[in-house]
C-alpha cells in the first residue's frame, strides 16, 4: 500500500498554506468521540481563531431530527500527529443554536468552576493516570488472551516484558510518542497488572486543561488502536473474576497544598472528600461498582478510606508528600470511563469552595 | 501499519519540544523477570545522578505489601534507547525501600560496595560474560524451528551454522546485536550454540559493576526484540532434557595483576582460592545449574572443581594465549544462563581479591 501511505504522509506545505483542523467532540453517551475534518485558509495556534462549526446532533443521540444542529465550539488546539505539518486537533465542546451547553457538555460547567476566583488562585494541578484495556476486534476478549481461555493468572505482567507477558506495545509507544507531538503533557506509559492493560499519564495540567488534554489523548488512542485492528475499551472491569480493573486515578494539589504547611491543607481536604464520598461516587464513571470491591488495590465502593502509600485506600498520600510536609494527594476512584472534566472539577469544587 | 511505524518512529525534535522518554528498567520479584515503565524528562540527560529517583508498585512485582507498596528506583547507568531512538534513554535501576534500604531482590547495592573496596577497585576487574539463552516458540514451550512433537536432528551442524535448517531466529540475534552497540553495550560478539535455537553473545570486556548493567540492558533488549517477534526468550540452564546442549553464562576475567607480567602465577593463586569457595559459588550461580553442569555437554559436574588449559570439561577455563604469554585471564564456565551478572562478577571478584582463605 505504499501508494496509500505516500499520499497520505504527503506534505501540503510544498504546494499550499492550507491546513486541516479536525474538530473533536463527545458524543451522546458521554464516552464517545466523534471527529470531522475541515480546510481553513492558513495555519491557526489560538483556538478564539478559529470558526465555530457545527454537526448533525440527530445522529449522535444529542438533538433532534428535525432541528438537529448542533454547534461546535473550539476550545484547545493540539498538533496532528497523523497528518502532521501544521494541522491540528481541536477539542470542542457542544452548545445548541441559542448558545446553552447540551447536556452532554459537562466542559462548560467545569470552565466555570475552573474560572472562580478561589479555584482559579489556588492553581489548581491534576495527573491522571488513565488505564485502558485492547480487546480483540472481533471477539470481547483482550488481545493477546487465548480464545476460549485464560492467560496465566497476574504476577507478570506489571511493566513486564516479552512476548508472553507485554501484548500490544506498538499501541501504547507510537501514542507516547504521537501525544507528545500533538503538545499534550503526557508524563509517562507502563504496563499494567493485567494483561493487555495499559496505562498513560496525562500532566501535571492545570484546571480545565487537564481535562481536554485527556479527551484528546484518549482520541489520539482510539483512533490508533483503529490503524492497529484493535478496539479500546475504557470499561472499568472488562473480565470478571480475579483479574485487576481498570481506573483512571486523579492526582491533585492546589498551590497551598505545594507550599509550607500543604499536608494540613491536604488532611483538610481529603476531610471534605470524605464527606461528599457517595456524591463523588456517582459522578466517578459508570459500572463503578464492579471495579470498587476492596480487592485488586481498590478500596470499597461504600467507605471511604485514606492513607500514605496505601493502594487498598480510596485516597492514597505519597511517602514523599508526608515526609515534606507538602505536595499532592491521589483519589484512586474514578473508573477509567470516568468523564475528565467532571471529576477535575468536582475535586476542585468540593475541596476549595465547598463548605460543610 | 505503516501509520503505526510512521507515529512510534516520529522524531519528536521536529515537533519542537526537547523533551524526551526515560525507560527505567528493575528487576522483579524473582530476581529474574525485567520490568520497565517510561517517564517524559524535560531534556537530554547522561548522568544518571542527575535522574529523577521513582517508584513502583512493589506489591504487584512481589516486592512489597499493598499497605505499604512504593518501592524507590534509584537510576544507575544510562543506555540509548535502540527503540525510540532519538534522546530517548533506557535506564538501569536499583530498588530501595523508603528509608534508603535495598530491598533483598536488589543485589546490585552489595556487588557496588564490593567493587568499590579500595583492594579491589585498585585490581581493575575486567569482566567479559558469554549469555546464552535459547528462543522458544510462544504458545508452546518448545524451542524454535524444531518440529511440534518431534525434534530436529542430534547436534552438530548447528554451532555456527548457516542456513534454514540449521540456523533458527538469527533476525533477533542480529536486530539484538545491533541494537545494544547502538545502545552503548560493550557486546563484543555472537554465535550460535550447539543447541538448535539456541544462540550466545558476548559483552565485555567491562570494568567492575559496569558488567552487571550491560548484561541486563542487554537481556532487557533481547526481551523487547523476542516480543516483537513474537517468540519467548528462555534463560533456563537446561530447556530441554536428553542429549542436549544446556545453556551458561561462562565468566570471563582479569585483575590488572592478572594481565600484567607474571600473571600466571596470580591466576593460579586465584582459581586455588575458587576452588576452595567451589559450594558457596555453585549455590549463587543460578537455579536449576544441577540440571546442567552434569560432566557431559561441555560441563564439569556439579559437585567438582576442575581446571585446565583449554579445557572445556573443567569448571574453570585458561586460554592457550594466557598459558603461553604467562598473563592474561581466565574462564569461569560454572555460571548458568540464569545467574545475577551482579552477584557472580562481585562473588568472582570477592573471593579472589579480599578473602583470605
Not at chain 1, 470491591?293 to 471511604?304: C, L, M, P, Q, R
Not at chain 2, 537510576?75 to 530491598?103: M, S
Not at chain 2, 593463586?269 to 537455579?287: F, R, T, V
Request: glycine fraction near 12%.
Amino acid at each position: 500500500m505504499t501508494i496509500i501511505s505516500d499520499l497520505i504522509n504527503l506534505n501540503l506545505s510544498d504546494v499550499t498554506d492550507k491546513v486541516i483542523a479536525e474538530y473533536v467532540w463527545i458524543g451522546g453517551s458521554g464516552l464517545d468521540l466523534r471527529s470531522k475534518a475541515r480546510t481553513l485558509p492558513g495555519p491557526v495556534n489560538d483556538p478564539s481563531k478559529l470558526p465555530k462549526w457545527n454537526y448533525d446532533g440527530s445522529s449522535t443521540g444529542q438533538a433532534p431530527g428535525q432541528d438537529s444542529e448542533v454547534i461546535l465550539c473550539p476550545q484547545a488546539i493540539f498538533r496532528d500527529p497523523f497528518r502532521r505539518g501544521d494541522n491540528i486537533l481541536v477539542m470542542c465542546d457542544a452548545y445548541t443554536p441559542a448558545g446553552e451547553p447540551i447536556p452532554t457538555n459537562k466542559r462548560h460547567g467545569a470552565a466555570q468552576i475552573f474560572n472562580n476566583p478561589e479555584v482559579a488562585a489556588e492553581e489548581p494541578w491534576y495527573g491522571i493516570e488513565q488505564e485502558y484495556t485492547l480487546m480483540q476486534k472481533e471477539v470481547n476478549w483482550p488481545v493477546g488472551w487465548p480464545v476460549g481461555g485464560y492467560p496465566g493468572p497476574q504476577g507478570p505482567y506489571y511493566c513486564g516484558v516479552g512476548a508472553d507477558k507485554a501484548f500490544a506495545r506498538d499501541v501504547v509507544d507510537s501514542h507516547y510518542k504521537a501525544c507528545l507531538y500533538a503538545g499534550i503533557n503526557i508524563s509517562g506509559v507502563n504496563g499494567e497488572v493485567m494483561p493487555a492493560q495499559w496505562e498513560f499519564q496525562v500532566g501535571p495540567a492545570v484546571g480545565i486543561t487537564a481535562g481536554d488534554q485527556l479527551w484528546i489523548a484518549r482520541y489520539i488512542l482510539e483512533r490508533i488502536t483503529e490503524v492497529a485492528g484493535v478496539r479500546l475499551s475504557l470499561d472499568p472491569k472488562p473480565v470478571t473474576g480475579d483479574w485487576n480493573g481498570a481506573g483512571a486515578h486523579t492526582n491533585y494539589s492546589t498551590k497551598s497544598m505545594r507550599n509550607d504547611g500543604g499536608y494540613e491543607v491536604i488532611k483538610t481536604a481529603i476531610e471534605k472528600l470524605g464527606k461528599r464520598h457517595s456524591e463523588h461516587i456517582a459522578a466517578y464513571g459508570e459500572g463503578n461498582e464492579r471495579r470498587l470491591t476492596g480487592k485488586h488495590e481498590t478500596a470499597n465502593i461504600k467507605t471511604f478510606l485514606w492513607g500514605v502509600a496505601n493502594r487498598g485506600a480510596s485516597v492514597r498520600v505519597g511517602r514523599d508528600t508526608e515526609k515534606e510536609g507538602k505536595g499532592y494527594f491521589e483519589d484512586r476512584r474514578p473508573a477509567s470511563n470516568m468523564d475528565p472534566y467532571v471529576v477535575t472539577s468536582m475535586i476542585a469544587e468540593t475541596t476549595i469552595l465547598w463548605k460543610p | 501499519m505503516s501509520l503505526l511505524s510512521d507515529l512510534i518512529n516520529l522524531n519528536l525534535s521536529e515537533s519542537g519540544t526537547k523533551k524526551i522518554i526515560a525507560e527505567y528498567i528493575w528487576i522483579g520479584g524473582s530476581g529474574m523477570d525485567i520490568r520497565s515503565k517510561a517517564r517524559t524528562i524535560s531534556g537530554p540527560v547522561s548522568d544518571p545522578s542527575k535522574l529523577p529517583k521513582w517508584n513502583y508498585d512493589g506489591s504487584s512485582t512481589g516486592q512489597a505489601p499493598g499497605e505499604d507498596s512504593e518501592v524507590i528506583l534509584y537510576p544507575q547507568a544510562i543506555f540509548k534507547d535502540p527503540f525510540r531512538r532519538g534522546e530517548n534513554i533506557l535506564v538501569i535501576c536499583d530498588a530501595y525501600t523508603p528509608a534508603g534500604e535495598p530491598i533483598p531482590t536488589n543485589k546490585r547495592h552489595n556487588a557496588a560496595k564490593i567493587f568499590s573496596h579500595p583492594d579491589v577497585a585498585s585490581e581493575e576487574p575486567w569482566y567479559g560474560i558469554e549469555q546464552e539463552y535459547t528462543l522458544l516458540q510462544k504458545d508452546i514451550n518448545w524451542p524454535v524451528g524444531w518440529p511440534i512433537g518431534g525434534y530436529p536432528g542430534p547436534q552438530g551442524p548447528y554451532y555456527c551454522g548457516i542456513g534454514a535448517d540449521k540456523a533458527y531466529g538469527r533476525d533477533i540475534v542480529d536486530a539484538h546485536y545491533k541494537a545494544c552497540i547502538y545502545a552503548g553495550i560493550n557486546i563484543s560478539g555472537i554465535n550460535g550454540e550447539v543447541m538448535p535455537g539456541q544462540w550466545e553473545f558476548q559483552v565485555g570486556p567491562s570494568v567492575g559493576i559496569s558488567a552487571g548493567d550491560e548484561v541486563w540492558a542487554a537481556r532487557y533488549i533481547l526481551e523487547r526484540i523476542t516480543e516483537i517477534a513474537g517468540v519467548v526468550v528462555s534463560f533456563d540452564p537446561k530447556p530441554i532434557q536428553g542429549d542436549w546442549n544446556g545453556a551458561g553464562a561462562h565468566t570471563n576475567y582479569s585483575t590488572k595483576s592478572m594481565r600484567n607480567d607474571g600473571g600466571y602465577e596470580v591466576i593460579k593463586k586465584a582459581i586455588e582460592k575458587l576452588k576452595l569457595k567451589h559450594k558457596d559459588h555453585i549455590a549463587a550461580y543460578g537455579e536449576g545449574n544441577e540440571r546442567r553442569l552434569t560432566g557431559k555437554h561441555e560441563t564439569a559436574d556439579i559437585h567438582t572443581f576442575s581446571w585446565g588449559v583449554a579445557n572445556r570439561g573443567a569448571s574453570v577455563r585458561v586460554g592457550r594465549d594466557t598459558e603461553k604469554n604467562g598473563k592474561g585471564y581466565f574462564e569461569d564456565r560454572r555460571p548458568a544462563s540464569n545467574m545475577d551478572p551482579y552477584v557472580v562478577t562481585s562473588m568472582i571478584a570477592e573471593t579472589t581479591i579480599l578473602w583470605k582463605p
